[in-house]
C-alpha cells in the first residue's frame, strides 16, 4: 500500500515536470518529437496522460500524438525496465543472426519483444540500425554497446546487470 | 497569373505556376490513375499509382505531388509507368480481402475499378496479411481493416475537413492500421459518427452499420405498424443510386418505392422539420426577448451535437433545447398519431431515412423516448435503402408518382430545405419574421445564408431589430465560429451549424462518388441546388403555414413550448470526455 502512494506520489511529480518542460513548445505542432522525447526523459515512457499533455500543449489532436509514437520504436507505451535493452535489427545485424540473439534473450529473460521483466529489471526491444554495423550483431543496454555477439555470448552479459 | 507551359504525351498544356502535373493531365484530359488522391483534401502521394516518366528524372515520379515547370516533358503511359502501377496495385491487392462479391463497395470501389482498368489479371505476389481488425461497436461507423489500402484520405477528412482527428495511421510498415488512439474503437473516442470517413473511402473500409435486417423483419411481422420518414435530402440523392443524374429530384417517387417495401404508412420528415421551425423560432424569439442564453445554436445535426458534447461542453446551453425534425417525428408518432389511429403504440415502429449515420446514434440515445418509447426503432442511411430496393426489385426510376400519406407527410418549402446548408436558418426567419412583425414576408429567399461556403454570415432586420446569423457547415468551420463566439470577438444572435459539408445532402449516409467524379462535380452544390428547387415548386413555403402542424397544435400540443411540446419534443445534452479511458 505504501509502496503504490509513493509510486503514485513520484508519478505526479513527474507529470509536474512534464508540464513545466512543454511550456516552452506552448503552441508549436513542430516540436512533437523533441517533446516527446524529453517527457520520455523524465517519466521513462509515454502513459495516456503524458500523451494528453503534450497534445494540450502542442495544440494537436491526441490521434496525432499516439501515431508518431507507434511511428518510432524509440518511444514506449509502457513503462521499461532499470535496464532497457535493444536488439539493432538492422540490415547488417539480421543477416550476422540478431534474429537468434533475441530469442536467446527472449528465452533468458522469459519475455518477449515489447515487455519488461516482473521484477522491472529488463525490458527487451527491437530497433533498427544503430550505426555500428560493423560490430554486427549488436544489442545496447542503455547506453552501452555490445557487438559481434553469439546466443551464447548473452547470460554472461546480464549477469553484468545487478 | 504566371503560366507554365509543359508537354504531357507530346501534347502541350498550359497551366497556371504552382499546378501539379495531375491537375495539368487532368485539364488536357488525359487520364492518370489515382487512388490515395482526393482532391483538396489528401494530396501526399502515398501509393505510387499515378506516377509518370519525367524526361530528366532518374525515377518516377509521383504526378499528385510534383509541380510543373516550364518546358517539363511527361509521358504518362509508357510501359515503365503501366509497370510500375501494376506492379504497386498487385502489391495492395496481395494484402486486401478479396471478398468483392460480398463487399458493399462490390461496384463501387475504387481499387475494384482500378484493377479492371490497369488489366490485373492475375496477383503475382501472394503473402502474408494484416491481421483482420473489425470494430463495430459504435453505432453508426464500422471499420474493416482487411479492406483498408492505407490511402489516408479517411484521416485527411477527419482532421482537416471535420477539425475532429480521432483516427490516424498507427504502428508502422507492415503493422499500420488506421484507427483510434491505443486501438480503441470508434465507440470509445470523440468520433463524431459524421461518416465523413465513408464518403471519403476508396474501398469497403469504412461502412455504415447495416441496419436493414432489423427493418426486414419489422416489415414481416403483422403485428407491427411500421411507419417510415424520409428526410428531406433523400429526396435529392435516392435517385442517384438508380441511373438518375445527380441531385435528381425523386420527391414523388419515394412514397411510392416505398410503400411497394410494404411500409403502412409513408410519411416526411419535412413535416417535423416545419415543427421544428415552431418550436425553435419560438425558442430563439423567447431568448431574445427575455435575455436567455444567446447565441442559440440549432440542434438538427446529431453530429455537430456529439461535437458540442465532447468539444465545446461549455456552449451546450446555447443549444437549442429542441429534438432534431427526426426525433420529433419519432416522439408525435407514438404519441398523437397513435391515439388518432387507435393505435396502441407499442405496436408502432419507427423507421427512418436519413442522409446520415449520426442519425443512427441519435436515435439509440437513451433520453430519446419521452413518450415511454423509443423515438425512433431504426435509422438507415440513404444508401441502406437503396440496397432494400435493389433486394425488392424496386427501381426507383421506373416508379410512378405518388404522394406521402397524411397527416405528417404533409409538409412545405421550408421543411424541405433543412437538407441544405443554411436551410435551417432560412426557415427560421421566414417564420420569426411573420410572427414578430405580423406583415406577410414578401420575399421570402435569404438567399445571404445559402451556398457552399464555408461560414456565412448576414444581418437581417426583423421588424426593428437587427439579427445578427451565422451559418457554418463542416466542424473545421464550425470551430472558427465557435472560437469566435467563445472569445466574444462575434456577436450572433443566432447560428446554425451543419456537422456535414453541404449540410445533409453532403452527408455521411448518402451515395458515394469516387475522388474522380468529386474533382469534377462538387455534389453537394449539385444537391443543395436541387434542395431549393423542391423549396420553388411547394405551394406552401413558410412552416407555420403548414395545416398538419397548425392541427397539431390545435388538437394535442396546445402552443409551442407548451408543457405537452416540452415534454416531447425537447431534450437536453450530456458533457463527454475529449479523450478516452484506457
Same mark, same amino acid.
Given at each position: 500500500m505504501e509502496a503504490a502512494v509513493k509510486k503514485d506520489f513520484e508519478f505526479e511529480q513527474k507529470l509536474k515536470m512534464v508540464d513545466e518542460m512543454l511550456e516552452k513548445y506552448r503552441g508549436q505542432r513542430g516540436a512533437l518529437l523533441q517533446a516527446l522525447q524529453e517527457a520520455q526523459g523524465i517519466v521513462g515512457y509515454l502513459p495516456l496522460e503524458v500523451q494528453k499533455k503534450v497534445a494540450e500543449a502542442l495544440n494537436i489532436t491526441l490521434s496525432e500524438v499516439y501515431s508518431t509514437i507507434t511511428f518510432y520504436s524509440f518511444f514506449n507505451l509502457k513503462p521499461r525496465g532499470k535496464y532497457q535493452i535493444r536488439v539493432c535489427l538492422g540490415t547488417a545485424c539480421y543477416v550476422k543472426g540478431a534474429n537468434k540473439v533475441l530469442d536467446r534473450l527472449e528465452k533468458e529473460l522469459g519475455i518477449k519483444v515489447g515487455d519488461t521483466t516482473d521484477d522491472a529489471k529488463f525490458s527487451l526491444d527491437a530497433c533498427r540500425c544503430v550505426g555500428a554495423c560493423g560490430l554486427a550483431p549488436t544489442i545496447i543496454i542503455n547506453d552501452e554497446v555490445y557487438g559481434r555477439l553469439t546466443p551464447d555470448k548473452v547470460p554472461e552479459i546480464l549477469q553484468k546487470y545487478e | 497569373m504566371d503560366m507554365v507551359t509543359l508537354t504531357i504525351d507530346g501534347q502541350k498544356v498550359e497551366v497556371p505556376k504552382g499546378s501539379t502535373v495531375l491537375e495539368a493531365a487532368h485539364k488536357a484530359n488525359i487520364k492518370i490513375p489515382t487512388l490515395c488522391f482526393l482532391k483538396g483534401i489528401n494530396e501526399i502521394g502515398a501509393c505510387r499509382m499515378c506516377v509518370v516518366e519525367v524526361k530528366g528524372a532518374r525515377a518516377l515520379q509521383a504526378s499528385c505531388v510534383l509541380p510543373v515547370s516550364e518546358g517539363m516533358e511527361v509521358i504518362t503511359n509508357s510501359p515503365a509507368v503501366r509497370e510500375s502501377r501494376k506492379v504497386t496495385l498487385e502489391l495492395l491487392l496481395s494484402d486486401h480481402n478479396l471478398e468483392c462479391p460480398t463487399c458493399v463497395r462490390n461496384l463501387n470501389c475504387e481499387l475494384q475499378k482500378l484493377s479492371e482498368e490497369l488489366g490485373i489479371k492475375s496477383i503475382r505476389y501472394p503473402g502474408?496479411?494484416?491481421?483482420?481488425?473489425?470494430?463495430?461497436? /459504435?453505432?453508426?461507423?464500422?471499420?474493416?481493416?482487411? &479492406?483498408?489500402?492505407?490511402? !489516408? $484520405?479517411?484521416?485527411?477528412?477527419? *482532421? &482537416?475537413?471535420?477539425?475532429?482527428?480521432?483516427? /490516424?495511421?498507427? *504502428? !508502422?510498415?507492415?503493422?499500420?492500421?488506421?484507427?483510434?488512439?491505443?486501438?480503441? /474503437?470508434?465507440?470509445? @473516442?470523440?468520433?463524431?459518427?459524421?461518416?465523413?470517413?465513408?464518403?471519403?473511402?476508396?474501398?469497403?473500409?469504412?461502412?455504415?452499420?447495416?441496419?436493414?435486417?432489423?427493418?426486414?423483419?419489422? %416489415?414481416?411481422?403483422?403485428?407491427k405498424h411500421v411507419i417510415v420518414q424520409t428526410a428531406p435530402a433523400i429526396r435529392v440523392s435516392l435517385g442517384e443510386e438508380f441511373g438518375e443524374g445527380r441531385g435528381a429530384i425523386v420527391t414523388k417517387k419515394l412514397p411510392a418505392a416505398l410503400r411497394r417495401l410494404g411500409f403502412d404508412k409513408v410519411f416526411d420528415t419535412d413535416f417535423s422539420a416545419d415543427l421544428t421551425i415552431m418550436e425553435e423560432g419560438t425558442e430563439f424569439l423567447e431568448r431574445l426577448q427575455n435575455g436567455g442564453k444567446l447565441p442559440l445554436i440549432t440542434s438538427c445535426s446529431p453530429g455537430w451535437i456529439k461535437f458540442c458534447e465532447h468539444y465545446y461542453p461549455e456552449l451546450l446551453e446555447n443549444l437549442s433545447t429542441c429534438k432534431s425534425p427526426q426525433q420529433m417525428f419519432g416522439a408525435i408518432a407514438k404519441t398523437y398519431y397513435a391515439q388518432k389511429m387507435g393505435i396502441d403504440p407499442s405496436k408502432i415502429f419507427v423507421v427512418s431515412i436519413m442522409p446520415c449515420t449520426a442519425k443512427k446514434f441519435e436515435a439509440q440515445r437513451p433520453e430519446m423516448n419521452s413518450s415511454g418509447y423509443q423515438d425512433v426503432d431504426v435509422a438507415l442511411t440513404t444508401r441502406e435503402l437503396s440496397r432494400m430496393l435493389k433486394e425488392a426489385g424496386i427501381d426507383v426510376s421506373k416508379l410512378p408518382d405518388e404522394e406521402f400519406d397524411d397527416p405528417l407527410g404533409i409538409s412545405t418549402g421550408a421543411g424541405a430545405i433543412f437538407g441544405a446548408t443554411?436551410?435551417?436558418?432560412?426557415?427560421? %426567419? !421566414?417564420?420569426?419574421?411573420?410572427?414578430?412583425?405580423?406583415?406577410?414576408?414578401?420575399?421570402?429567399?435569404?438567399?445571404?445564408?445559402?451556398? @457552399?461556403?464555408?461560414?456565412?454570415?448576414?444581418?437581417?432586420?426583423?421588424?426593428?431589430?437587427?439579427?445578427?446569423?451565422?451559418?457554418? *457547415?463542416? %466542424?473545421?468551420?464550425?470551430? &472558427?465560429? %465557435?472560437? !469566435?463566439? &467563445?472569445?466574444?470577438?462575434?456577436?450572433? *444572435?443566432?447560428?446554425?451549424?451543419?456537422?456535414?459539408?453541404?449540410?445533409?445532402?453532403?452527408?455521411?449516409?448518402?451515395?458515394?462518388?469516387? /475522388?474522380?467524379?468529386?474533382?469534377?462535380?462538387?455534389?453537394?452544390?449539385? $444537391?443543395?441546388?436541387?434542395?431549393?428547387?423542391?423549396? $420553388?415548386?411547394?405551394?406552401l413555403r413558410k412552416s407555420h403555414e403548414n395545416p398538419a402542424v397548425q392541427t397539431l397544435y390545435k388538437e394535442f400540443l396546445g402552443k409551442p413550448l407548451s408543457e405537452k411540446s416540452h415534454h416531447l419534443l425537447h431534450t437536453h445534452y450530456t458533457k463527454r470526455p475529449l479523450y478516452p479511458e484506457v
Open positions: - | 502474408e496479411k494484416h491481421a483482420p481488425r473489425y470494430d463495430d461497436f /459504435s453505432p453508426s461507423i464500422v471499420r474493416d481493416a482487411s &479492406k483498408c489500402i492505407l490511402c !489516408r $484520405r479517411c484521416v485527411s477528412v477527419c *482532421h &482537416k475537413v471535420q477539425g475532429v482527428g480521432v483516427i /490516424s495511421p498507427n *504502428h !508502422r510498415g507492415f503493422n499500420t492500421v488506421i484507427a483510434p488512439v491505443f486501438d480503441l /474503437s470508434l465507440a470509445e @473516442v470523440a468520433c463524431v459518427n459524421c461518416g465523413q470517413c465513408i464518403m471519403a473511402c476508396p474501398v469497403g473500409a469504412l461502412k455504415e452499420k447495416d441496419d436493414t435486417d432489423k427493418v426486414w423483419q419489422a %416489415l414481416a411481422d403483422p403485428e443554411g436551410g435551417v436558418m432560412e426557415a427560421a %426567419l !421566414r417564420t420569426v419574421y411573420e410572427v414578430v412583425t405580423g406583415k406577410e414576408l414578401t420575399n421570402i429567399e435569404f438567399t445571404q445564408v445559402r451556398g @457552399v461556403e464555408g461560414i456565412k454570415e448576414a444581418t437581417i432586420d426583423v421588424g426593428g431589430t437587427k439579427v445578427n446569423v451565422a451559418v457554418a *457547415h463542416g %466542424l473545421s468551420n464550425a470551430r &472558427k465560429v %465557435l472560437d !469566435r463566439v &467563445k472569445s466574444g470577438e462575434a456577436n450572433y *444572435h443566432f447560428i446554425e451549424i451543419m456537422c456535414c459539408p453541404g449540410g445533409c445532402v453532403g452527408g455521411g449516409g448518402q451515395p458515394i462518388l469516387s /475522388s474522380e467524379e468529386r474533382w469534377d462535380t462538387d455534389y453537394r452544390e449539385v $444537391r443543395g441546388n436541387a434542395i431549393y428547387e423542391v423549396d $420553388r415548386s411547394m405551394k
